[in-house]
């Protein structure tokens, strides 16, 4: 399958393209609304993908890639995301750059994504950014990998 905005060649269940974050889907059909994925699709959607495990730690699940069905908790003030060992959350792809993006709480709590000049992109909900607020079940594409913040519920 190849991207209806910049031809690069795709997965055939990709919903966006890792290069330009253009959505594949016909957008005005109400057959192909774009709805959070939140568990991979060799996986069983459980009540436990549908938020964080601990309620009072936002977290990411890791919906595809070679650590699908990961969580990790976003309970530091910065998380840093990339490739370099020594990242926080370790994404281990060449599609991620080696400091590709950090996720940081601000004083009112509410987290952050900032892209660090990645040469990929950071996307939230198939839109590339270069830093914004996330909220429950925002959907983040860090190269081939793409995750589900979820907000701590109390």
């Not at 269940?13 to 609304?33: K, L």
């Not at 938020?51 to 990790?72: K, Q």
């Not at 996307?123 to 429950?136: K, P």
């Not at 079940?137 to 190269?143: F, L």
Request: glycine share 6%; with cysteine.
């Amino acid at each position: 399958m190849n991207c209806r905005r910049c031809g690069e060649i795709l997965n055939a269940n990709a919903n966006y393209c890792w290069s330009c974050g253009a959505p594949q889907h016909d957008a005005t059909s109400a057959e192909t609304i774009a709805m959070p994925v939140v568990a991979s699709a060799d996986a069983p959607i459980t009540n436990a993908d549908r938020g964080p495990v601990g309620a009072h730690v936002d977290e990411l699940v890791i919906i595809t890639g070679n650590a699908a069905g990961s969580r990790c908790e976003l309970s530091q003030e910065v998380t840093t995301v990339g490739r370099h060992e020594n990242s926080d959350l370790l994404l281990d792809d060449v599609s991620v750059s080696r400091h590709h993006a950090i996720f940081t709480r601000t004083a009112s709590r509410r987290v952050t994504l900032r892209d660090l000049n990645s040469l990929n992109g950071t996307y939230v909900n198939g839109a590339r950014v270069e830093e914004t607020i996330l909220h429950s079940a925002d959907e983040v594409q860090i190269g081939k990998f793409k995750l589900v913040f979820w907000e701590a519920t109390s």
